[in-house]
């Protein structure tokens, strides 16, 4: 009989691939509080879950998890799939086990009073900070703060409508600092912040995001530094610059008087660290320099020594000047950027 049951299950899809024997085993034994699926649409299935919602709370708690989404898809008639996504509470960078995702499910179909085909997903942070910005408003009363990010801003819309966030603290966020963990109280105004978060956020401006892990940066030394230093040469005596730009177009500077002035403007350039150092993709160009028998990289994202620094006026200009004159003889040169 056990052996017909399972054998039904599994023909069924009632069980996950790869669970172990034993929990099946035990999945059986406790069949008898549940019904056996029923061809249910998607509307009555999410009936179903909605009128036991604040038993499924108590199964959140329980595992100290938190949902972050539940939807349902039909994964070929007349069966349909529940795909729940959640986080561990406190732990933003931990998925949930093998046992434990197993756990989480034979707790939610003895709620739901019957087995349906159920995927549980774990939220799990990036390494990667996914917004950046100063403090600039705090609200105690709802556990927000305003953060701003003008590293990249020079001049135009972008001065205007940096990038912004308000960022909603639960009571499980992680703040931590150099020197260990912190409190929402503990953050201050001008404070930058490297956020990790839910991964949405509404559409508006400032968006609104719930950040799970926060990091206070140290501050930086904003203490100019020359660009020769930086590329531990004078940048004099250029004998060619190969150049590829983002589209994948390439040129090669030859001209003596180009290269002079190319020469002269890079020797006036000064940078300072930026406090936003995530990793983006693509660029305007990079540079290949040679000076004799040495070659030295430049490139507009102003990445040196895997650190990057901001831009501001004079890499501006210089970088407008370069494209300018590129397009002399490239005209369909990075189209769509001015």
Not at 125 to 143: D, F, M, Q, Y
Request: proline share 5%; charged share 25%.
């Amino acid at each position: 009989m056990n052996s017909i049951l399972l054998f039904l299950l599994v023909a069924l899809g009632m069980t996950d691939s790869g669970v172990p024997y034993e929990l099946l085993h035990a999945a059986q034994r406790e069949e008898a509080v549940y019904e056996l699926p029923t061809l249910n649409s998607p509307n009555a299935l999410s009936d179903e879950l909605q009128t036991q919602s604040y038993k499924l709370d108590a199964v959140y708690k329980q595992f100290s998890v938190k949902p972050l989404s539940m939807d349902i898809s039909l994964k070929g008639q007349p069966r349909e799939t529940v795909n729940l996504q959640l986080r561990k509470l406190g732990k933003p960078r931990e998925g949930l086990t093998m046992q434990e995702n197993t756990s989480i499910k034979e707790a939610i179909y003895k709620v739901i009073g019957k087995r349906f085909s159920l995927e549980i997903t774990t939220k799990v942070i990036p390494l990667e900070a996914e917004a950046v910005g100063a403090v600039t408003e705090i609200n105690e009363t709802e556990r927000t703060v305003l953060i701003i990010n003008r590293e990249g801003c020079v001049e135009g819309p972008c001065q205007f409508e940096p990038e912004a966030y308000y960022m909603k603290f639960e009571e499980d966020t992680v703040i931590r600092s150099g020197s260990g963990p912190l409190k929402f109280e503990d953050l201050k105004v001008g404070d930058w912040l490297h956020v990790w978060t839910t991964g949405a956020a509404e559409l508006s401006y400032p968006g609104r995001m719930v950040a799970l892990e926060v990091e206070i940066a140290e501050p930086l030394d904003e203490t100019p530094i020359a660009l020769t230093t930086l590329m531990k040469t004078d940048l004099k005596q250029m004998d060619k610059i190969d150049i590829r730009f983002g589209d994948g177009k390439k040129l090669e500077i030859t001209d003596s008087e180009w290269l002079a002035d190319i020469s002269a403007k890079l020797q006036k350039i000064e940078l300072v660290p930026s406090r936003d150092q995530r990793t983006y993709y693509g660029f305007l160009y990079m540079m290949e320099i040679s000076i004799g028998d040495e070659k030295f990289k430049y490139g507009s994202s102003l990445d040196f020594n895997g650190l990057r620094y901001k831009q501001n006026l004079q890499t501006k200009e210089f970088n407008d000047d370069l494209i300018a004159k590129a397009r002399t003889s490239m005209p369909n040169l990075l189209p769509g950027i001015q």
